[in-house]
Every structure is written in structure tokens, then in C-alpha cells.
């Protein structure tokens, strides 16, 4: 079964959102898995508007997972969610993950979204609570998550343990997330179970990404395994 994903941290819609609203209009995603999503004030508001403006519906997250966001299609139903917060560090930055239990067709799986912490001393931590929670799933998953290291960093080597890395599988790791204004880090990655098969991969760098927010899009083609 098809399934088209972006994972995209869009920088708390702090810049062009009308391209911001274009770039994922255009990209025709099943499921958004969002960092730095509505957490604050009117969050529920912000999120279904955020939705909206993408042309998808709220599934999961949003304040209760401290800003990850999943949003699906009305080709995916959504049959459960849950939502996680780390443990938090004094004086850091509370963070979580947001999980969508979710069918298409005769797929199920199991949508999930993070975003650790810019501090390395915290990350591995928040990394392993992270993974704990993806190890809970009882479908495949699909992990999608602003790392804020790179493939080589202990966080990383924690989550993407027995997932398959979609840019890896696409032979695509020299595709680089962030910044936009300066192109040098892959620190946004999609993960997925091994029973998924990565039908492509790509970083979305246009001139309309690069308004839309400091980080680029990941855009994955999907085929998922059928219960049927």
C-alpha cells in the first residue's frame, strides 16, 4: 500500500508560511509529521489552521507533545493516539513525541514524530525515551524527527536501531536538511520499520522552501506491508 510522507520541522511558523502552506500543498503527503509545531496559547486553533492551511487534519500532538504535530490525509484513519513527554532538564526545554496508530486500506502502522534537544548531554537520554516509546508500537512505524545531530551522534544510532533509515535506503544520506541559508547537516531524518519499503527519497531544496523555514522538508515514498 502507497504512502507518501514529510517529516518537516517548520522553524514555529516563524517564516513564509503562504510558502510554507504551498511547499506541502505541493508535495501531496498522506501524512505531515511536524516539529515545532503550536504549543502555546490556542494551540488546538493554530494546529487545525496549520492543518487546514495544508489541505490535511489534526491526528495527533500538538501541546501535549510539546509542539510535534501529526497531520493525515482523509485517505488515513487515524484509530489511536498517545502522547509523550521527557523528563526535563532544569532550565533546558521541556520536549516530547507524539504516536498516531493508524490504517489505510489493508496497512496499518504506526505514525510517531520527535524533536531532542540542541544540548548533547541531554539528547541521548531524551533519544532513549523516544525509542522506548517506538518499541511500544504494535505496528510498523514511521519515525520521523529533527535529531539535532547527525548520523554519527549516539542519539541517532539509538533511534534508527533496528529501523531502516529512508535516505540510507535511497542511497540519498548526502542530502543535507539544515540550514537553509547554509546547507551543511543532515539532522532530519525519517525512520522506518524494516517490513517498509522506501520507494523514494528526497530533501525538498527550492527557492519556496528555502522562504518557508530553516529547515527543508524530507519527502518519502512509501510501500507498506498489507494485513490483507
Excluded at 497531520?71 to 523528563?87: E, H, I, M
Excluded at 548526502?174 to 527519497?201: E, G, H, K, N
Aim: hydrophobic share 40%; net charge positive; charged share 25%.
Amino acid at each position: 500500500m502507497p504512502l507518501r510522507v514529510v517529516s518537516y520541522n517548520i522553524h514555529g511558523q516563524r517564516d513564509d508560511t503562504a510558502a510554507l502552506a504551498a511547499v506541502v500543498r505541493a508535495a501531496t503527503p498522506d501524512v505531515v509529521i511536524v516539529q515545532e509545531g503550536p504549543r502555546r496559547f490556542r494551540w488546538r486553533q493554530k494546529s487545525a489552521t496549520l492543518a487546514e492551511s495544508f489541505g490535511l487534519v489534526v491526528a495527533a500532538g500538538g501541546l501535549p507533545a510539546l509542539g510535534n504535530l501529526l497531520l493525515t490525509s482523509l485517505r488515513v484513519q487515524v484509530r489511536g493516539t498517545r502522547c509523550q513527554r521527557f523528563p526535563l532538564t532544569p532550565g533546558r526545554h521541556l520536549r516530547g513525541a507524539a504516536y498516531a496508530d493508524c490504517r489505510v486500506g489493508d496497512a496499518r502502522f504506526t505514525l510517531a514524530g520527535s524533536h531532542l534537544s540542541t544540548d548533547p548531554t541531554e539528547r541521548p537520554a531524551q533519544a532513549a525515551e523516544f525509542k522506548r516509546g517506538l518499541d511500544a508500537a504494535t505496528s510498523p512505524v514511521l519515525a520521523g524527527a529533527d535529531l539535532n545531530e547527525g548520523p554519527d551522534g549516539p542519539a541517532w544510532a539509538t533511534v534508527s536501531r533496528g529501523l531502516t533509515d529512508a535516505a540510507v535506503a535511497a542511497d540519498r544520506a548526502d542530502r543535507l536538511t539544515y540550514s537553509c541559508a547554509d546547507p551543511r547537516r543532515r539532522i532530519d531524518a525519517l525512520f522506518v520499520d524494516p517490513r517498509i519499503t522506501v520507494v523514494d527519497y528526497d530533501v525538498v531544496d527550492t527557492a519556496q522552501t528555502r522562504r518557508a523555514s530553516d529547515h527543508f522538508p524530507v519527502l518519502v515514498d512509501l510501500l507498506l506491508p498489507t494485513t490483507g
